[in-house]
């Protein structure tokens, strides 16, 4: 059996509750969400290839440990 490895804090009931939370949001609660995503002003939002993606990741991890 194949073992799911989750991110930190999260266990299988909250991924069944982002799971009804998205499954179960309308169009117009999901626009929103996106908009409100976008007009964040502590974050960026940007296309990068795909084979950086992974880069991506880690350097974000190494600077969300550095913060805790």
Sequence with gaps: MKSNNLPSGWDD???????EHYDNQTDEE???EHEAALADPA???MEVPAELVPLFR????KRRAKRH
């Design 30 to 32: 999901a626009a929103a």
């Design 13 to 19: 009931q909250s991924i069944q509750e982002l799971a």
């Design 58 to 61: 880690e350097l974000i991890a």
């Design 43 to 45: 974050t960026t939002h």
